[in-house]
């Protein structure tokens, strides 16, 4: 079993910045695809970005291209998610994801959440 989390959140004024950490264990980190979604009251869980086991590919979701930088240390065992030129709507509870590499799911595992609030 993986467990996943994620550390980092707060309250930060819009422009700003803030990284967020996944610390994950019960598994060697490149055995595992990761990823990092975000979800607010009363919608659904999106995802934000993700990367492959080596961090050879990464992608991201239109909105935050340009602005979000995900990174992993597989030695770590820590997967990163750099946040900048935050805007209030990237207000959300950020979520790590995990899934086996050669399996088809990225989100076989989550995280508990870290709040993210960004204040206009």
């Known amino acids: 079993q993986v467990q996943l989390v994620e550390s980092g959140g707060g309250l930060v004024q819009a422009g700003g910045s803030l990284r967020l950490s996944c610390a994950a264990s019960?598994?060697?980190?490149?055995?595992?695809?990761m990823a990092w979604f975000r979800q607010t009251p009363g919608k659904e869980r999106e995802f934000v970005a993700s990367?492959?086991?080596?961090?050879?590919?990464?992608y991201y979701a239109d909105s935050v291209k340009g602005r979000f930088t995900i990174s992993r240390d597989n030695a770590k065992n820590t997967v990163s998610l750099q946040m900048n030129s935050l805007k209030p709507e990237d207000t959300a509870a950020y979520y790590c994801?995990?899934?086996?590499?050669?399996?088809?799911?990225?989100?076989?595992?989550w995280g508990q959440g870290t709040q993210v609030t960004v204040s206009s």
């Open positions: 994801a995990a899934g086996w590499v050669g399996g088809t799911s990225w989100t076989d595992f």
């Open positions: 019960g598994s060697p980190l490149n055995n595992l695809n």
């Open positions: 990367i492959s086991w080596s961090g050879g590919s990464t």
